[in-house]
C-alpha cells in the first residue's frame, strides 16, 4: 500500500479542522478529494506533508510511520507537494527553481531537469525567465516541475486549476495523465474542477467537516443529483 491514513486528526489551535480522516491509496493510483471550500481539503494535503502536525491518528508511507517527521523528511521518503497558490521562488530563475527541486529530493542532478522538462517542453523555452514573471498557468507547470525533481513517489497536488487559463489546464491534464500511464506515479488531488478530477481520478472521495463522508466512481461527476446530494455542489 502506497499511502495508509488512519482515524487522522488536526486543529489550527483549538479549532478542531480533521476530525477522522480514514483513507488506502494503492501504488500508482490516482485518488480524487471534492468537497466544499472550509470542508478540511488543504488542511488534510498540509497534515499528510507535515507541515500540519496531526493531534491523533496515524500517517504510513510504503509501510513506514511517518506521522511525525518533518516536511523534508517525508520528501526524502517519497512524498511530493504542490500546495495551493504553487509557491514557487518567485526570484529566482525557472531553472532555479527546478534545481531547489532536485535539492529538496537530495539530489542535484542536471539529468534529472533535463528528463522532467520532456514533460514540460513550454518551461525549456523560459529557463532563463524569473518565477515571478511567469502566467500563473506557467507558474503552475513550474510548481508541479520542481515536485517531480524530488523524484516523488507520491504527489499531493491542491488545487492546481485554480485561476489557471483553459489551454494550460488542459496541458496539465494531459501531463497528469502522461504521468498516470508512464511512471507508476500516486497521486492525491484535491481540486473543484469536475471535468478536471474526473478525467484524472481512479475514484474520488468527499470530504465534508474534516471527515470522509462519500466516495463517487470518475462517471458518477456527470450527474448533477448525485454530486448536489452528496457535496452539494452544482455539476
Do not use: W
Request: charged residues 20%; contains cysteine; hydrophobic residues 45%.
Amino acid at each position: 500500500m502506497m499511502l495508509q491514513v488512519s482515524a487522522l486528526q488536526a486543529s489550527y489551535g483549538r479549532v478542531p479542522v480533521l476530525t477522522g480522516i480514514d483513507l488506502r491509496l494503492r501504488a500508482g493510483e490516482f485518488l480524487g478529494i471534492l468537497g466544499h471550500n472550509g470542508m478540511g481539503k488543504t488542511t488534510l494535503m498540509r497534515t499528510l506533508m507535515g507541515f500540519i502536525p496531526a493531534t491523533y491518528g496515524g500517517v504510513a508511507l510504503l509501510d513506514e510511520d511517518i506521522t511525525h517527521l518533518k516536511p523534508f523528511e517525508r520528501v526524502k521518503r517519497g512524498m511530493g507537494y504542490v500546495p495551493q497558490g504553487r509557491e514557487i521562488f518567485p526570484a529566482l530563475s525557472v531553472l532555479d527553481n527546478l534545481r531547489m527541486g532536485c535539492v529538496a529530493g537530495g539530489r542535484e542532478n542536471r539529468a534529472i531537469i533535463d528528463e522532467t522538462l520532456q514533460l514540460f517542453p513550454r518551461l525549456t523555452r523560459l529557463l532563463d525567465r524569473q518565477g515571478g514573471a511567469l502566467s500563473g498557468g506557467e507558474q503552475q507547470l513550474l510548481a508541479l516541475a520542481r515536485c517531480l525533481c524530488t523524484r516523488p513517489k507520491l504527489i499531493l497536488l491542491d488545487e492546481p486549476t485554480e485561476g489557471i487559463q483553459p489551454s494550460i489546464i488542459e496541458e496539465i491534464a494531459a501531463t497528469l495523465q502522461r504521468l498516470r500511464e508512464t511512471s507508476g506515479i500516486a497521486m492525491i488531488l484535491v481540486e473543484q474542477n469536475l471535468e478536471f478530477i474526473a478525467a484524472l481520478s481512479s475514484r474520488v472521495l468527499v470530504i465534508q467537516k474534516g471527515r470522509i463522508t462519500g466516495e463517487l466512481r470518475p462517471d458518477q461527476l456527470d450527474d448533477p443529483d448525485i454530486v448536489a446530494d452528496l457535496i452539494g455542489m452544482a455539476a
